[in-house]
């Protein structure tokens, strides 16, 4: 079972070491993300709709290893947790999913549920460095 944390229990791991990894669509990551994140998407944006990304257990295998720290987050949740899930399946050792995404889990009735990494005031980027985006990361694939 994948082990879940908050945002600021997630700044806390980083801070200690451990990588994040930015499973959203590239887009989406362009728009803002947790400074210092990998972007390797679970789900692509074609078409206008998402579609599985099928490199994305080899992409990730070839830049983490097993034993890697790894906080893996997403827009609310949902995404990471499932790819926290994949690589736990893979056999990755360190792998914790971080509730709320970048921008917050909420109730059924719109209410926070989660704080996101933005709305914790947790440090953002727009402009990652170019080792860290999805094309350099595949690249190495």
């Known amino acids: 079972m994948v082990k879940r944390v908050t945002p600021p ?4 791991l980083l801070a200690e070491g451990w990588s994040y990894l930015d499973v959203r ?12 994140a990998a ?9 206008g709709r998402m ?3 099928p490199d994305f257990q080899r992409v990730v295998a070839a830049n983490f290893a097993k034993d890697a720290k790894i906080v893996v987050g997403c827009k609310v949740g949902g995404r990471s947790l499932q ?3 994949i690589l736990e399946t893979a056999g990755y050792t360190s792998v914790v999913d971080m509730r709320g995404g970048f921008h917050g889990e909420h109730d059924a009735f719109g ?8 709305e914790s005031n947790l440090p953002v980027e727009t402009a990652a ?8 990361l595949a690249a190495k694939r």
Request: charged share 15%; with cysteine.
């Open 9 to 12: 229990e997630a700044a806390a």
């Open 25 to 36: 669509s590239i887009p989406e990551f362009d728009g803002g993300h947790p400074t210092g």
């Open 111 to 118: 209410r926070v549920a989660c704080a996101g990494w933005a």
């Open 83 to 85: 790819a926290a899930g």
């Open 129 to 136: 460095p170019a080792e860290k985006t999805y094309a350099a």
């Open 51 to 53: 579609a599985p990304n």
């Open 39 to 47: 972007n390797v998407p679970l789900l692509h944006f074609e078409g």
